[in-house]
């Protein structure tokens, strides 16, 4: 006859929940005194006479109320016997539940079978119930540390899961991949695996990565560094993935490397999030085409071309005449059909005439009838804001070429378009600047041609003009401007300016962007005028490496007076990484000034990366090493830097300020906002919104998770005495512009108030 009481319940999550002791003796006297000694001490008890008595609901380890120890007779406790008790089919072991056996003082043979059968300890019955129930809690103590560490092996695991990153050994000896749960779930198995062999991990990896992949981890093992490789992957299931495989070697007890451990991250999603952003920002979203960034890069990249080659390319700038006329009179809608309509006859006709012999049968001499093409390279065509296009030819073989080709396009313009039902005539101008004559570099030929299309539209519809060179009246001043800038430095005239970068949700100082002013005979020369001058004269080398011991300089008076500037930042341009003394020059500054290397934070644009790339990377490299925090500024503004952003050592995304003027303005705009913002995050950098000017634009900073922000709303550029009283309003800004209550209106920061409200 049983004694087993009823199953406890579990009890609420507000009640420290007491262990659960299953007693099964057959001494129904012994095991009532037992079961009292234990409730007294804190335990429920279920107490049985047998194991087939035990509630089944007790043994399973699945049910959150499961027996936290299993106190048996040794006569009770065969495996047989639990098995049958259990009802499952199951090895011969006692399983997760611990068990104390209960024996006689004669009963070894009973207590080592029980031990091999993977009981947890024996009590040698008797009256003793504190000796009893000191077992019990130190048994149900191990119990609980034992389920604690599953659970956290668990939670790790649904961890990697979740974030998709999984844990390997390659052990080198055997060849074998041991990974985790996650590792095998990322490479698509989908039953249990431990291990796989090197081979069956080679066959998921393309042929032409192989080679990759092999140099990679030869030179981990040689030299005993870590290493980390992106591979395309193909899944089991046969679905191709982007991975990155991070490892670095471990050594065994000889001192060899006997294996490789590392982690192994799905980047597909991240992957994919790039191009995603890459087409927003390089494409125009009405019609598809590139946009002025993006046609910018490519002419960059063609003029490179051209330069190493000898050769000659073609910019055409296209303007459509009088198109408001048909937003005017059919709407907006019209006006977008219209454009794409445009765009696609553009593009058509663009194919054809420059195609290498491809006969069009329209009679144009030399251009698409079987006569040399225009270029041996495909043009490239795209729009610029407004109503304007933009053609680039890289590889000019003839300049009556280009001239029967913009003749060609502007004559199909002007065949009639049907829009919303509407037939429309839509006519154009163009202008033509050539590399290397007119320019030799792509703003520069874009700016030209431009400036040859106001002339021809000057002289009416469907007209096309070469730029020529004006005579030009400024050169006298442009000379005598460069001369001064020439003694600018030696003379005192320029300083610096800085202006805070500020964490809007905790309202404080991040740090400050240092500008450089010219002040030229008591004349403040806007930046806009002198900056170019010294890009093009090579002087803007000598300007950064002043700015850099300035800003070194000024860093160390901050500190000396007790103001605590967290960072400086300090502009450089592409012409710095000519020369291999830039990371000479800032160390010695550092050196100089006594800073810490992280005081100073040094800014270059995307267009460092165009020039020469190795040599920007080395230089980088060798600022990182120093301990100098890089930033890119101006993301998102062309050169197509997303190929290169995971190899840059940089610490600081900012995002340009052309993109932050189109929130609450463009979709779009938006969109590339939050696109680069979320690349920003994924790579684990800074993000920094440039050109904060209204409330509205740092909600909406906000929203996107960008907290750290520069522009005016915030802070305007102070000399360096006077950025003690700029801190101090940092707060109050930071509420203003954090504030959802506020109405979200613009504010300008003036000179002599910290705030007008407009």
């Known amino acids: 006859m049983s004694d087993a009481t009823a199953m406890p319940s579990a009890p609420p999550d507000t009640v420290e929940r007491r262990a659960l002791i299953v007693l099964v003796d057959g001494d129904a006297h012994w095991r009532a005194s037992a079961a009292g000694a234990l409730r007294g001490h804190g335990y429920d008890v279920v107490a049985c006479g047998s194991l087939k008595e035990v509630p089944r609901e007790a043994l399973r380890q699945d049910i ?18 639990r098995r049958a008790a259990v009802g499952e089919d199951e090895p011969a072991s006692f399983g997760d539940c611990p068990v104390l056996i209960l024996a006689g003082a004669r009963d070894d043979d009973a207590i080592e079978r029980a031990l091999e059968a993977d009981a947890a300890d024996f009590f ?11 077992r019990v809690r130190r048994l149900c103590h191990m119990a609980d540390m034992k389920r604690e560490l599953l659970a956290s092996h668990d939670r790790l695991a649904r961890a990697h899961t979740s974030a998709r990153v999984g844990t390997f050994d390659f052990d080198l000896g055997s060849r074998t991949f041991h990974g985790s749960t996650g590792s095998f779930s990322i490479l698509g198995f989908d039953s249990p695996r431990t291990a796989i062999s090197a081979d069956e991990f080679l066959r998921l990896v393309p042929r ?7 140099s990679a981890t030869n030179h981990a093992i040689r030299a005993d560094v870590p290493f980390a490789l992106e591979l395309p992957l193909r899944k089991v299931g046969g679905d191709w993935m982007t991975v990155r495989v991070e490892a670095e070697p471990r050594r065994n007890s000889n001192g060899r490397v006997a294996m490789l451990r590392g982690v192994i991250r799905d980047m597909t999603e991240s992957v994919r999030a790039e191009r995603d952003m890459e087409r927003l920002i390089s494409a125009d979203p009405l019609t598809g085409l590139p946009n002025r ?19 000659q390319v073609a910019v055409v700038a296209i303007d459509l005449d009088r198109f408001t006329q048909i937003n005017e009179s059919l709407g907006q809608v019209a006006g977008d059909e219209a454009i794409c309509a445009i765009a696609e006859r553009l593009a058509g006709e663009l194919a054809r005439l420059t195609g290498a012999g491809e006969g069009g049968g329209d009679g144009h001499p030399g251009v698409g009838s079987g006569s040399e093409p225009v270029a041996r390279a495909q043009a490239v065509l795209a729009r610029l804001p407004g109503d304007e296009f933009a053609i680039m030819v890289p590889m000019v073989l003839d300049l009556w070429c280009i001239d029967a080709m913009v003749d060609a396009l502007l004559r199909d313009l002007g065949l009639p378009l049907t ?34 299309l106001a002339d021809a539209k000057l002289r009416g519809s469907r007209s096309f003009r070469w730029y020529a060179p004006a005579p030009n009246v400024d050169a006298r001043a442009r000379l ?34 240092a500008l450089a002013r010219w002040r030229h005979h008591g004349m403040v020369v806007p930046p806009t005028e002198f900056i170019p001058l010294a890009e093009q004269s090579g002087l803007i080398v000598q300007i950064g490496e002043w700015a850099i011991r300035e800003a070194s300089r000024q860093i160390r008076a901050w500190r000396d007076s007790g103001l605590r500037v967290p960072k400086v930042s300090v502009n450089i341009s592409t012409l710095h990484f000519e020369k291999p003394s830039l990371a000479e020059t800032v160390r010695d500054a550092i050196v100089e000034h006594r800073l810490e290397p992280g ?28 301990g100098v925090v890089l ?34 303005v463009s979709a779009e705009g938006e969109a590339v906002v939050r696109a680069i913002i979320a690349l920003g995050r994924s790579l684990r950098l800074q993000v920094v919104a440039e050109g904060v000017e209204d409330v509205a634009q740092a909600r909406a900073l906000l929203g996107m998770k960008c907290h750290a922000m520069q522009g005016f709303l915030l802070a305007r550029p102070v000399a360096a005495n006077q950025l003690p009283e700029e801190m101090a309003r940092i707060g109050e800004r930071a509420r203003l512009a954090s504030d959802r209550t506020a109405p979200a209106r613009r504010v300008r920061v003036g000179s002599a108030h910290h705030g007008v409200v407009q």
């Open 124 to 134: 040698i019955r008797s009256t003793h119930w504190q000796l009893l129930v000191e």
């Open 64 to 81: 959150s109320r499961a027996a936290d120890l299993l106190v048996v007779d040794a006569a009770l406790a065969d495996a047989a016997t």
């Open 480 to 513: 005598k401007m460069l001369s001064g800038l020439h003694k600018a430095i030696e003379s005192g005239e320029l300083s610096l300016s800085y202006q805070p970068c500020v964490d809007v949700v905790r309202g404080t100082l991040i740090g400050v962007e």
């Open 631 to 664: 930033s890119l500024d101006d993301f998102g503004t062309g050169y197509s830097s997303l190929s290169y952003l995971t190899r840059l050592p940089i610490g600081k995304l900012k995002v340009d300020r052309s993109f932050v003027r189109l929130l609450g």
């Open 208 to 214: 032409d990565r192989h080679e990759a992949l092999f």
């Open 419 to 452: 829009i919303a039902g509407t037939e429309c005539f839509v006519t154009a101008c163009a202008g033509i600047a050539l590399y290397p004559r007119d320019g030799d570099t792509a703003g520069l030929l874009l700016a030209h041609a431009d400036s040859a």
């Open 599 to 626: 005081m100073l934070e040094i800014e270059l644009t995307e267009s460092c990366m165009v020039r020469d790339f190795s040599r920007t990377l080395g230089a980088l490299h060798a600022l990182r090493d120093l």
């Open 293 to 311: 960034n993006r046609f910018l890069a490519l002419c960059t990249e063609a003029v490179a071309e051209a330069r190493l080659h000898g050769r």
